[in-house]
Each structure stands twice: as structure tokens, then as C-alpha cells.
């Protein structure tokens, strides 16, 4: 076992891809691998993730994420998938694991079915989004395997459009930012968390440093819309492109002003959690921040790409601190963003997949099938 | 090849099935198949179909319809596509024909890019929105072919949840409106074109035969709001379970009144033609009309249909006179929607595909993959 890991570790992605191929060889075809008399069989354990830095937001630090990984299987072949529980969202490893305990696929037969699947799965209980995740992420995985495509290519998108994706730097000290610009050398963009009272000096000390573009994180963190809006006109002329969640999510109307003054986009996060909260973001917010693990995975995130791109908004998806199984999933989809900040799996040490990396600061898709993650 | 064709059409639907996955097994598996150096050729012959009745509109008659049938061919295997050209939305053998010698597909050696070459066909000219469809079936067609799955299974939707789809009644006699209801028994819904000065005795005529729940169609053809609502209260009480396109769309605040009024829900169809008009119709109608031939296509009835859902709107899922290619692509949206009126090949005397049928008044999809629709 260990032997094997090895091997695969050495050899890398391309001999995991080759296998994962060759163990689909022992299933006929994509027709008769789903038209049997097969059972959806899924299994859960949790997971905690190290991170490499202590990771400040406005309103919490922490140097652990707790994730449950999840698999599904089909006819032998396996789906991954994965909950990630930063807990100022509320979910933990106890919640996820009795909201799987729940969940019973052995109703379904066919792993196609996926808006029946998802949608039992979903009114099973309320909340629980990043385990209804977990589940999502291994089902698409799964039929993805079954078709042989990655989910890129099933939704038709051109994976050379990926954008740049951005390394996150939490509000710290002078020193560790200068570490963290440091780390961040592949990266194109950097993103920052702001909203304390060092947030002129975190993006002085950065542009002491380096003049890459930045994107602004705030986190709910600024109270008064004009402070925000003297805030984006400071950062506009600091070479920000964008404003993430400049203002409480409650304060709508607050929110909409400083969006409709800003020179800069503003992106709902925190505000915008589901497909329903997209159209109440529309004129809001510029755009919309994706994260699977606030949408239940992968089958919304696509609805809400499709609905915030006709509604004219500008995209990002996000992540949380995920192993690459999630952030693989999430990479599927962003050929057709305009920012990803997809840098989830970089921030931990303790990594259990290999699968969507970033090349010269770029999201890069590998042609792996389904969310194009291989155990390692 | 007449030997051929007589002994697929003694067999039937299955025998062609088979075949079509017999010749499948020539080409190794979907990822050998996509990743080679393979080109897409489009390839178009006009065709003219023959209507069973002649069809009334408020505004206009005829007895044929003009279309264009497409192939995609890619390393051997064919997409089928049609453009359908009713005379009143602008499009003619000329105009497709015309449109389609301008796409080279060439360019592409990959027909999972859709999102690219379908943005390419898009941009070659405005308008021309059958003559995109024809591309954008094919092309789906294909790239199901490739993966060995229906689209419906692509999108995750279940196949059992399609709506009983609707049997067109154009204006006309009493005579032959009888006999229309006679031949539409197999159906459990009736569609009506009102719009002219016989309304109240069409509906009379039907309710004198049959008590089956009625769409009512008027094709812009009331030009009084307060007669539309009038009409609308009557034909609520007439077991009239909506109202398609009441007043002209131009009219868009008379529209939004009687939507707003009506006791039965409204659908905009000839308002509502490609993605950016789902928005502009929220609250103008209860629902949209999506229809591959006005919208370029499954990829965008795909988002219309995901975006209107989005936004709480009744969704129906239309079509022209069609063969049973554009029928059957149409249908594989269906399982999403509320109402279907898929009576496009039937409607017609010399369809050339054999796809999706009708089943006890019901639209029923059939296994095979990409569109669902063989040669005849």
C-alpha cells in the first residue's frame, strides 16, 4: 500500500490519470456501466485540515479546518467528494456526519438522476450545505467517471479560459505579510482581508512590495457606507479591481449605494449563500462570489453561474481552505469566471488528493474525468 | 439501401438504437474519440415539410413549412440538426442556407468546446437564430453520441417527469376543428389559436366534444387590455389552463396588467426569444415559451430554462412544424417544464427521423443517446 503511494507520489498526476482510465476499462460502457441494476452506496469520514499560516479574518482566527471526505460508489467505480466546515458557517464535523447518516442513496439506481438525488438530498433537513456538498461533489464525480469527461467538457467550456487565480493574504503583521507577498510570487493577484483598523497599512505594506493587482476582501468588516465608499476611491487609486462584501450582508440598502458609487466592482459573499440569493443580489452587489461548500456543490454553483451571467453580473468562485478534491470540483467551473480564488488546497499542509493545480499563477484543469482529483 | 431503410422501419426504434450504438463500438471510448485530431464538418440539404392541415394563425396560413436538416460529422460520427423556417419569423431556405455556407467549423478539432464554437456561430451575423439551431443540435447530437448518453441524462433530469404535451388546434370551421378533436384523442391536453373574431365559438365547438384542459394560444392577436382579461376570466371558466401571448409584445405594460390580473397564468412566446428576453419578461408573463428555433438552440433553452426556473417562472417548452430530429432535441428539456407542445412532427406527413414519441398524451424520451432521434 505504501509501496503504491510511492509510486504514484513519483510518477504524479499523468499515472494517476492512467489508472483511474484503466480501471474504467473493466466497465463495459457508459450505457450498461448505468443501466444496470446497480446500488448508490455512500461512505463518510472526517478529516481535519492543517493550515500552513493561522488564518485571520475579521472576525476569527484559527490553524485547523475540520472536512469530511466522502465516496460514492457505483458498480465499483468511485466518486469523490468533500464538506469543508470553516466554523463561522456553523457546520462541524458533528453536523455533517449525522446529516450523512441521513442521507440514503440506496433508493436510486441510476446515478444520472442527479436532479432527483440532489433534491431528496436536499430536503432532508435545512442548512447542512457544506455536507449536501459532499455529496454533490461525489455524485458529479461519479457520473462524470461514468461518461469519461471531466465536467468542464460536459458543460462545454474551453479549459485555456481559466482565469488567474488569486493567493489570499489574512489581516497580520507587517513581517508576516512580507512572508506571505513572498509565497505568493506565482501568483498574478493577490487577495487581501480587510475591515480592522490596519487596512491602509496592510495594502501599504504590500504595495511596498510588489504592484500586483489586488482584490479586497472585507468580510462584512466596514459599518458606514461612506467610510466603504472613501475606502473603494483609496483602493481604486491603489490598483484593487475589486471589493468583496464591503458592508454587512443585512445592510442591502447600504451595500447597493456604495455599489452603485464605487469605481470599482463590488461581489456579494457572505450575502449571496444560494441560487435563490442571486436575483436578490442583482443590482446589489457587481457580481457574485461561488463557493460550493455555501451552495451545496456543484449542480447549484452551475445554475447560479448561468443566472448571475445573464443577469450581467461579474462571477468569482471561491473556496474555503478545501483539499484539492473540493477545489478540483470548484475548478471545473471557472472557465467561465472572471476571478477565481481558488487557492484552498495551497493554504493546508496535509493535502489527500491531487488534481486541479495552478501554473504560472493560473487555475490550470488537468483532463481528468469528472472533478479531475486522484487520492494520493 | 432501400433494403436498408425497409428493414429499419419494420423494426423499429430499437433496431435503430442498436445500431447507432453498434457503430459506436468503432470508435474506443469518448476520450480517444474527442482527443484525436478530428474535424468538424457541417454539412445541410433544404427540405420542405408537408403539413396534414393547413395551419391557421391569427395572422397568417399555409401548408408547408420550410427546414434544413444539418449533420456534424467527427471522426465518423454524425450529429444530426434543423433549422425550422416558419415564414413569419423572417428565416428562409435561402437565408439558412445562405447562413450556414458562412460556418466554418474548421477551426475546432474539439466538439466538447461548445460553448466556444457555438459563441462562433452566434457571431457570424445577426439574427439567423434557426439556422444556429440547426448547428447547435447537431452539434449537441454529436457530442451526446460521443459520451453514449441522452441529454436528459446529461442534465441530470429524469426522463419520467415529462408533462403530457399538448395537440395544436388551429383556427378553423367548426367541421374541421371537430374533427381535429378527434384525432387529438391519444392527448390529454388541447392548444387553441385565438386571436381572431370566432374565440368564444372555437372554445364552445371543443367544449361541446370534450372537457380536456385547454391552452390557449393567441399569438399577439388582442390588441384591448381589458378585453384580455376579459377573455382571460371567460376562458379560466372554460377550463383554459393558460394564456399564451395575449396582446401584441410591444405592449409590454398592457401584457404586465393582465398578467397581473389573470386568474389562469400567461406565457410569453413571440416576447421571448433568446436568454436576455427571460428578464425583460419577469413580471410581464407568468412564464416562458422556450423554443430551440426562436433561442439558437439547446445550449441556450439549456439556460433559459435554468434562468427562468430561477426566477419562479412557469416554463413550457415549445416548438414549430419540425421533423423529429428538432422534436427530439426539444424534448429532452421537457422533464424540467411545465408544459410541453411537442406536436411539431406530428402535425406533419413526411417526417425523416424517428426520436421521441408521444405516449399516451405524454412526451416520452427514449434511450438513445444525444438528441434521440435515427434516420428514417
Given at each position: 500500500m505504501s509501496g503504491r503511494r510511492d509510486f504514484i507520489k513519483k510518477t504524479g498526476l499523468i499515472t494517476g490519470a492512467s489508472m483511474v482510465l484503466g480501471s474504467d476499462k473493466?466497465?463495459?460502457?457508459a450505457r450498461e456501466a448505468s443501466a444496470g441494476k446497480g446500488r448508490l452506496k455512500l461512505s463518510f469520514k472526517p478529516y481535519t485540515l492543517n493550515l500552513r499560516h493561522a488564518f485571520n479574518l475579521s472576525t476569527s482566527s484559527r490553524t485547523t479546518t475540520p472536512v469530511v471526505l466522502t465516496e460514492i460508489n457505483y458498480n465499483g467505480i468511485v466518486g469523490y467528494g468533500e464538506a469543508s466546515m470553516p466554523p463561522y458557517l456553523g457546520e462541524s464535523h458533528e453536523t455533517v456526519l449525522k446529516f450523512l447518516s441521513k442521507v440514503d442513496l440506496s433508493g436510486f439506481d441510476d446515478p444520472f438522476e442527479m436532479e432527483n438525488i440532489l433534491n431528496y438530498v436536499d430536503a432532508i433537513e435545512d442548512g447542512n450545505r457544506a455536507a449536501k456538498a459532499s455529496v454533490d461533489i461525489a455524485l458529479h464525480d461519479l457520473v462524470g467517471k461514468i461518461i469519461k469527461q471531466p465536467w468542464y467538457r460536459i458543460w462545454g467550456y474551453?479549459?485555456?479560459k481559466t482565469p488567474d487565480t488569486s493567493y489570499t493574504i489574512g489581516i497580520d503583521t507587517p513581517e508576516v505579510i512580507r512572508q506571505k507577498v513572498k509565497e505568493a510570487d506565482p501568483y498574478k493577484i493577490l487577495k487581501v482581508k480587510l475591515g480592522r483598523d490596519t487596512d491602509k497599512q496592510m495594502i501599504e505594506t504590500i504595495r511596498e512590495i510588489t504592484d500586483k493587482p489586488i482584490c479586497v476582501d472585507v468580510n462584512q468588516g466596514w459599518k458606514d457606507r461612506q467610510h466603504a465608499l472613501d475606502m473603494a476611491h483609496w483602493l481604486h487609486e491603489k490598483g484593487v479591481v475589486f471589493l468583496e462584501q464591503p458592508m454587512p450582508k443585512e445592510q442591502v440598502d447600504d451595500n447597493a449605494w456604495v455599489t452603485e458609487r464605487s469605481p470599482i466592482p463590488t461581489m456579494g459573499d457572505e450575502a449571496v449563500q444560494r441560487l435563490d440569493d442571486v436575483l436578490k443580489a442583482y443590482k446589489v452587489y457587481s457580481g457574485i462570489n461561488i463557493k460550493l461548500m455555501k451552495c451545496t456543490g456543484m449542480r447549484e454553483a452551475h445554475e447560479m453561474l448561468t443566472l448571475g451571467r445573464a443577469l450581467g453580473m461579474k462571477i468569482m468562485i471561491g473556496c474555503m481552505t478545501e483539499t484539492s478534491c473540493a477545489i478540483s470540483a470548484a475548478a471545473q467551473l471557472a472557465p467561465m469566471t472572471d476571478w477565481a480564488d481558488l487557492d484552498g488546497a495551497l493554504l493546508i499542509s496535509n493535502d489527500v488528493f491531487k488534481g486541479t493545480t495552478v501554473v504560472d499563477g493560473k487555475v490550470t484543469l488537468n483532463?481528468?474525468?469528472?472533478?479531475g482529483a486522484v487520492k494520493i
Open positions: 473493466l466497465f463495459a460502457d474551453d479549459p485555456s483532463t481528468l474525468p469528472g472533478i
